[in-house]
């Protein structure tokens, strides 16, 4: 994963804002570059990919954003409970308290899940083996430990989804904050 140079950065957050909303078969280049500012010509000279570079520069930004937010979170001090309610913390944060959707998830609709399911797996996996790792050093066996994990993404997914469908991010925020206790039981 290559950090995107300044001049692509300075776009990413109005394609993240695109691609999490439309996802990306909505993403038209006129939308793009209402977005960005950028004209077509400009577009293909900051992302000669065309807009698989342009959701490859996105994601790595979020890869990052990932390790960031919930895994230096969970690779931090303090016991269980403590790491896992620290990453719940910046999640919740993160996706303004279940008012935005998830992007990787949006990434899996449509055409672009081929190109794009290795990049965003990658990301789920390391994330998940994140969690089980604290909840391994609290103690848990491994099997136990592996499937809180997956239990804990599907849950902060879920959460996610019906938040925006029922139009009440509570929903979110209480799933954020009861998952850590449910996570260590």
């Known amino acids: 994963m290559a950090k995107p ?3 692509k950065q300075t776009y990413v957050p109005p394609l993240l804002d695109l691609f999490r909303q439309y996802g990306y078969d909505g993403v ?14 400009s577009l293909y000279h900051h992302f000669p990919g065309g807009k698989d570079d ?8 979020l890869d990052q954003w990932l390790q960031a937010t919930a895994l230096d979170a969970l690779e ?4 269980a409970l403590a790491r896992l309610t620290r990453m719940g913390d910046r999640i919740c944060e993160a996706y ?27 990301m789920l996996q390391r994330w998940m083996g994140a969690i089980a790792t604290v909840l391994t050093q609290a103690g848990m066996a491994e099997s136990l430990a592996q499937e809180r994990s997956e239990e804990a993404l599907i849950a902060i997914q879920g959460a996610l989804i019906m938040a925006r469908a029922m139009d009440d991010a509570a929903i979110f925020e209480r799933t954020m904050q009861h998952l850590p206790q449910q996570l260590c039981r």
């Open 54 to 61: 342009m959701v490859t520069t996105v994601l790595d930004t």
């Open 76 to 79: 931090s001090e303090g016991d």
């Open 5 to 7: 140079t300044a001049a």
């Open 96 to 122: 303004s308290h279940g008012q935005k959707p998830c992007m990787l998830a949006s990434l899996m609709l449509g055409s672009a899940k081929e190109n794009f399911q290795p990049q965003v797996q990658g």
């Open 28 to 41: 038209s280049l006129s939308k793009i570059s209402q977005a960005t500012g950028l004209g077509k010509a």
